[in-house]
């Protein structure tokens, strides 16, 4: 945000002088009359220090201005007073810079869509879609409200898969370093007991051994590998052909793919749901939904069905054309064209695929567990049983 040199004087002909910051010189001399002063001079300071680097708000700050807004405009409070209102109660400083650019733009003479839209990530395409319908239709304080409770929808849902991801991801990473500490510093001293005896060796011993010699020898080049593999594999996904071949194969995956069409349904679901109930037009929320899609197969699906429907099909018709959604959805879709519930019946299947996806979730997490146990405590066994064969060949042989 830009930053004003000023001087101006107050109502008793007091001079001041300092500087503040502004979307445009406009802005600034609306600040300084809000604080009694007027501008005298007024430069534009544009030195790469006096400029601060734009913060991004996170999805929790998001969700909290977005509910303290729709609360204070339900209130009947107007819009200006309600984000300086907001500019006093917030601290956070990066929510203080975006109320202070939106009310400059407020100021110029733009909605508040565009006002947000201004500002970047995270005002998404359907958040401003959503207000931009809001201050159309007069019910702003209404879609702001949906608004926030679906953010905090979305917070929650994130916030319950990162903790589900927690424990299993440690259990897995703690099982590697042991294993690979195991193989790589405990076996190597127990085989050199093994090779001064002279035994022939059971052939579980001699794999364990094998494998133990190849991860010394060969375990930097391994890693290194590795490491070339990952950035090798980030640098292609930057590329749109092979993040759309990634999707693809997603999709394609057992199990995994029909998970991921889940999510996507459901998420396309809700998004059109909250769309179409603000009174978005129907392409428009499409066009807006589709953004929300994260697997890019899918989102080129959802062009080709805008495309369609603009051609005048019907939206379930188009979906099913696709082959890309469930039929769930598909008949729901049908059903709220023919009734002219569209919102309802997309706001029903949407919750129906979001409770199917955590139920395929909650079942794939309650099974990795034993799985992975089962699975470290086979290694464990083999380790185990490379490692007493020989001692146990030994001691016979002694007592003979």
Request: charged share 20%; with cysteine.
């Amino acid at each position: 945000m830009p930053t004003y040199r000023y001087q101006a004087v107050d109502l008793a002909g007091k001079t001041h002088g300092a500087s503040l910051q502004a979307d445009s010189e406009r802005h600034a001399r609306q600040l300084l009359r809000e604080q009694g002063l007027f501008a005298r001079q007024l430069k534009r300071h544009d030195s790469a220090a006096a400029q601060p680097r734009r913060q991004r708000l996170s999805r929790a700050q998001l969700c909290e201005l977005t509910r303290q807004l729709a609360t204070l405009t339900g209130a009947g409070i107007p819009l200006v007073d309600a984000l300086h209102t907001l500019e006093r109660q917030l601290r956070q400083p990066a929510l203080h810079a975006v109320l202070v650019a939106v009310r400059g733009a407020l100021a110029e003479g733009l909605g508040l869509a565009r006002s947000l839209a201004r500002q970047g990530a995270p005002f998404t395409g359907l958040y401003c879609a959503l207000v931009e319908a809001g201050e159309r239709s007069g019910r702003l304080a209404q879609v702001l409200t949906r608004l926030a409770d679906h953010l905090e929808q979305v917070q929650r849902q994130q916030h319950k898969a990162r903790t589900a991801l927690i424990y299993p991801c440690v259990l897995m990473g703690v099982s590697l370093a042991v294993v690979v500490g195991l193989m790589t510093f405990v076996v190597p001293k127990l085989t050199e007991q093994f090779a001064h005896s002279g035994q022939s060796l059971p052939w579980v011993t001699s794999l364990l051994i094998g494998i133990s010699q190849g991860l010394v020898s060969a375990g930097p080049w391994l890693l290194g590998l590795a490491i070339l593999l990952t950035l090798l594999g980030g640098w292609l996904l930057r590329k749109p052909y092979w993040r759309l071949r990634r999707d693809e194969l997603l999709l394609r995956l057992p199990r995994v793919g029909g998970l991921l069409q889940v999510l996507e349904s459901a998420r396309l679901a809700r998004s059109l749901a909250i769309l179409s109930g603000s009174g978005v037009a129907l392409l428009e929320a499409l066009q807006v939904a589709t953004e929300t899609v994260a697997n890019r197969r899918i989102r080129q699906a959802m062009e080709q069905v805008r495309q369609q429907v603009q051609g005048g099909t019907s939206l379930h018709r188009a979906l099913d054309a696709s082959q890309q959604f469930p039929p769930l959805l598909v008949n729901m879709v049908g059903s709220g064209e023919a009734s002219g519930t569209l919102a309802d019946m997309l706001e029903r299947v949407a919750d129906d695929q979001e409770r199917g996806f955590a139920r395929q979730v909650d079942t794939a997490m309650a099974l990795f567990e034993p799985l992975m146990i089962l699975v470290m405590g086979g290694v464990v066994l083999f380790i185990v049983l490379a490692v007493l064969l020989p001692i146990m060949q030994l001691n016979q042989g002694l007592q003979l």
